[in-house]
């Protein structure tokens, strides 16, 4: 057996996370006001004249369930785990940054490239992926470093490690994404087979961080 030391959870006063009465809080708590916040801002988000966002209710609670209770989990899990940290809704549910949000919004643009195709995974197998961009190399570069990361992390106990490669190749793939066309390009089946591989690094990390991400 190892001994696992961890920080903290602090409050806005840099003190012992804790409700306003004193009490130490519970977190289920904690879980059902991340929803509760997620799913107003998917609210407002589809409220927004011009939205893309659009979903039918029973979707969207999903879809904020999922949301408030993978950034908890991810806001502990991304900190060094003997670093105190302070808890803010605000900050784990911003669309920018190292955040689960970030993260389950960059896999489902991923999802939705290939489902825009129309291209099943199965006529991608033997498909080599294309490298000729630098913005190509260096997302393959990082993807290929999963098992190692890996390694690492079962060797340090150290889960924050896999949340530093989901944002860098959530990163990385955006960077990608903006430079490299993808749908009716000539290699379009190559890329695809970037973003194929990207998606299912990412979908199995953030299922080690007990995340389940959404495809749309």
Not at 30 to 47: F, H, I, N, P, S
């Amino acid at each position: 057996m190892d001994h696992v030391p961890f920080g903290l959870v602090l409050g806005d006063d840099k003190k012992k996370f804790k409700t306003r009465s004193g009490e130490v809080t519970k977190l289920v708590d904690l879980l059902d006001e991340a929803v509760t916040r997620a799913k107003r801002q998917l609210d407002e988000r589809m409220g927004t004249e011009g939205s893309t966002s659009q979903m039918t209710e029973g979707d969207a609670s999903m879809a904020a369930t999922r949301i408030g209770y993978g950034c908890v989990k991810y806001c502990d899990l991304r900190q060094h785990r003997i670093t105190d940290y302070q808890f803010s809704y605000d900050k784990m549910l911003q669309l920018n940054g190292n955040t689960a949000v970030y993260l389950m919004y960059s896999y489902a643009r991923i999802y939705s490239i290939g489902r825009k195709a129309g291209v099943a995974a199965g006529d991608l197998v033997g498909v080599p992926p294309s490298v000729g961009h630098p913005k190509e190399l260096a997302l393959v570069l990082h993807v290929l470093k999963f098992p190692e990361v890996m390694e690492r992390v079962a060797d340090l106990l150290l889960p924050h490690l896999i949340c530093d490669f989901l944002y860098e190749a959530a990163e990385k793939y955006n960077d990608f994404y903006k430079d490299c066309k993808v749908i009716g390009d000539p290699l379009q089946n190559n890329r695809l087979v970037i973003c194929e591989t990207v998606a299912l690094v990412m979908r199995t990390g953030l299922s080690l961080l007990g995340i389940t991400p959404l495809e749309k």
